[in-house]
């Protein structure tokens, strides 16, 4: 199922289509997590739009501190570096909402498939798991000083494939990748991080000059309109995810009427379709 590409600094910076996202690439073959690897760059004053990516993390997780399953060479794993000295703390969120929409435009790019996003940080296809992002920030005092977002989307792989499904059997009921959801092929990987890397960089530069992505994030969440139960530090809490608001925060109507406002938690859709 794999396509014979090669992941390296030199092929990746070879097609990009951007000014400064991704025009320093650090890659690894093995790596334990590209997240803790830009974190360290970022602390010793790395500049922002570098690019850390590896064929095989041993360490990567999603939210949750879950461990994110991918072989060797069969997704793109990689973070990318900010530093938005534009944005205060509490709009951070909006970084991640800008990936999250580049990795969906770059998959319907390259692939046609139109992915959905499921609050807070991941892509869906058919219901069932693509991408997960993962977003990090760094403070100098009380400033933001960097934002550090992780995506892990799955490309290459076959979640029935005898070895995947021993290991983890769970994964083919909850996971999917690309070249599963266009029966069997081959997706190329470098084609789809170009796309993503573009799409980022037009986000970002949009952002800058204050066109947030809230209102184009929020249409494609699926989970809008959805029965949720949203697991968090504070316990769990059912009810219709109502909206969203600009600091990425759910609006969550409950059983009883009420309205609360959930900035972070864990998800799980309760029902099929839009209530």
Not at 32 to 45: C, F, H, M
Not at 109 to 119: A, R
Not at 126 to 136: D, F, I, N, P, R
Request: proline residues 4%.
């Amino acid at each position: 199922m794999r396509l014979s590409e090669t992941l390296s600094a030199e092929t990746i910076r070879s097609g990009l289509r951007t000014q400064f996202v991704g025009q320093e690439v650090h890659y690894w073959p093995v790596i334990d997590s590209t997240n803790e690897k830009l974190k360290r760059l970022a602390d010793e004053g790395a500049p922002e739009g570098i690019l850390a990516i590896a064929d095989q993390q041993v360490a990567g997780r999603g939210r949750m501190d879950r461990k994110w399953i991918a072989p060797a060479g069969s997704s793109l794993l990689m973070s990318l570096l900010f530093r938005p000295t534009f944005l205060a703390a509490t709009q951070a969120q909006q970084l991640t909402m800008i990936c999250s929409l580049a990795a969906a435009d770059a998959v319907e790019e390259i692939t046609g498939l139109c992915p959905d996003l499921k609050w807070p940080n991941d892509l869906l296809l058919s219901g069932k798991k693509l991408a997960g992002v993962l977003t990090e920030l760094g403070f100098a005092g009380d400033v933001l000083s960097w934002v550090i977002v992780g995506v892990g989307l799955n490309v290459n792989l076959d979640f029935t494939a005898q070895a995947l499904h021993r290991d983890w059997p769970e994964l083919a009921q909850t996971a999917i990748s690309l070249s599963m959801a266009v029966g069997g092929r081959p997706v190329p990987r470098l084609q789809l991080l170009h796309s993503y890397l573009a799409d980022v960089e037009a986000r970002y530069t949009a952002l800058r000059v204050g066109h947030g992505p809230h209102q184009e994030w929020a249409a494609r969440l699926a989970t809008l309109g959805q029965e949720v139960c949203v697991d968090t530090p504070d316990g769990a809490y059912r009810g219709v995810a109502q909206g969203v608001d600009e600091t990425g925060a759910i609006l969550l109507r409950q059983p009883d009427g009420r309205v609360t406002r959930i900035l972070a938690g864990d998800v799980t859709h309760q029902a099929r379709g839009k209530k």
